[in-house]
C-alpha cells in the first residue's frame, strides 16, 4: 500500500508545483533549469523510495506512476475542462507585428523571447516581419512569419 | 477549433485570466507554506519548540516533527531526585511502539521493561544542581503521537507531537 499511496501524492504534488511555476520555468531549459530539474529529481527520489531498495517497491512506484499518468490523458482527452487546468491553452502574444504587451507580462515572456524565437525558427529579423506569434501549452514560442510588400 | 484571425486556434482569453488568478492564488499558498517552514510549522523552528512541565521534571520538545526524521526530548530533572544513587525515570508503550530511540544520554546503566513502558535508571550521586537528559529517537509513525513519561513513581507528564509524513 505504502509505495502506491506515496508515489502518488508526490506525483500530484509535483505536478501542482510545476503547474503553478508556470509554463516558462522548466520548459525554456537555461543550464540553471537543469540543474533544478536534477535537484528537484533528486529530493523526490527518497521520499519515493524511502529506505525500501526492494524490486517490489520500486517496481510499485514506476507502476504507480505510469498508471497515473495514463489515467490523467485519459481523462484529459474526454474532460476538456480538465485539460485546460492541466496543461493551459495556447495564447497570441504577438499580432501583425505588435506585441501584446499586457499578456506578455503576464504570462512572464519578453519581447527578446519573442525575437529569439522568430530568429531560430524562421530566421526573422524585426518584430514586424512577425504576423503572429503563439505562447504554446508546452511553453515554447512558435511564430508566423508575415510576408510583408 | 476557433478561427482567430487566419489562426485555428483554441485561444480563450477570459479562461486564461481566471488561470492566472488561481496561478497567483497558488503562489500566496506557496509562500504561506514557505513561511510556515521557516517558523518551524514542519518541525524545527521557533513555533515548533515548546516546553511542557510536571512533577519533578520539565522536558523540551518540538510539536512537529516528521517521519523518520531525528526528534529530541531534553528531559531537565529536578536537584534531589536521586534516592540510593539511583535515578530513574520512565517512558510509555505509546512512545515505545510508535517510535525508534536511537539514543538516550547519559547512557543508562539499566534499561527495564515495565508493565506499561520502558524504565531507565542512571547511577548517580549527584545531590543538587538539576541534571539534563536527552533522548533522540525517530517517529516510526505519522500522525498524532502522545506519549507520557515521568521521573521515579511521581505522576505522568504527556505531551503531543504531530508528526508529518
Redesign the interface.
Known amino acids: 500500500m505504502d509505495p502506491v499511496v506515496r508515489s502518488a501524492?508526490i506525483y500530484l504534488a509535483l505536478l501542482?508545483?510545476l503547474?503553478?511555476a508556470?509554463r516558462r520555468t522548466l520548459m525554456q531549459m537555461t543550464s540553471f533549469d537543469f540543474v533544478l530539474l536534477l535537484i528537484i529529481g533528486e529530493a523526490t527520489q527518497n521520499a519515493l523510495l524511502?529506505?525500501d531498495s526492494s524490486i517490489t517497491n520500486a517496481l510499485l512506484v514506476i507502476l504507480t506512476l505510469i498508471s497515473l499518468d495514463i489515467a490523467f490523458s485519459y481523462v484529459k482527452q474526454r474532460v476538456p475542462i480538465v485539460a485546460?487546468?492541466m496543461d493551459?491553452?495556447?495564447?497570441?502574444i504577438v499580432?501583425d507585428g505588435r506585441p501584446l504587451k499586457d499578456?506578455m507580462i503576464?504570462a512572464r515572456v519578453s519581447e527578446v523571447d519573442v525575437l529569439t524565437a522568430a530568429r531560430e525558427s524562421q530566421g526573422l529579423e524585426r518584430m514586424e516581419q512577425i504576423?503572429?506569434a503563439?505562447l504554446e501549452t508546452t511553453g515554447s514560442i512558435s511564430i508566423?512569419p508575415r510576408h510583408l510588400p | 477549433m476557433v478561427r482567430?484571425?487566419?489562426?485555428e486556434?483554441?485561444?480563450?482569453?477570459q479562461?486564461?485570466r481566471r488561470?492566472?488568478k488561481v496561478?497567483r492564488m497558488?503562489?500566496s499558498a506557496?509562500a504561506i507554506l514557505l513561511i510556515g517552514a521557516l517558523l518551524g510549522l514542519f518541525g524545527n523552528g521557533p513555533v515548533s519548540w515548546t516546553t511542557a512541565s510536571g512533577e519533578s521534571l520539565f522536558v523540551e520538545y518540538q510539536r512537529f516533527g516528521r517521519y523518520?526524521a531525528p526528534l529530541q526530548l531534553r528531559l531537565h530533572l529536578q536537584a534531589g531526585l536521586v534516592k540510593d544513587d539511583i535515578l530513574s525515570f520512565y517512558l510509555d508503550r505509546a512512545f515505545l511502539a510508535d517510535v525508534q530511540i536511537t539514543r538516550v544520554t547519559p547512557k543508562p546503566v539499566v534499561e527495564q521493561p515495565i508493565s506499561d513502558g520502558i524504565r531507565f535508571i542512571w547511577s548517580s550521586n549527584a545531590k543538587d544542581g538539576s541534571m539534563l537528559v536527552t533522548v533522540s529517537y525517530q517517529p516510526e509513525h505519522i500522525g498524532l503521537l502522545t506519549s507520557r513519561m515521568g521521573v521515579g513513581d511521581a505522576a505522568s507528564l504527556s505531551i503531543r507531537q504531530f508528526i508529518f509524513?
Open positions: 501524492f501542482v508545483f503547474r503553478l508556470g524511502q529506505n485546460r487546468w493551459g491553452l495556447p495564447m497570441i499580432r499578456l503576464k504576423k503572429c503563439v508566423i | 482567430n484571425g487566419d489562426l486556434i483554441n485561444e480563450d482569453l479562461f486564461q488561470m492566472w496561478e497558488g503562489w506557496m523518520q509524513p
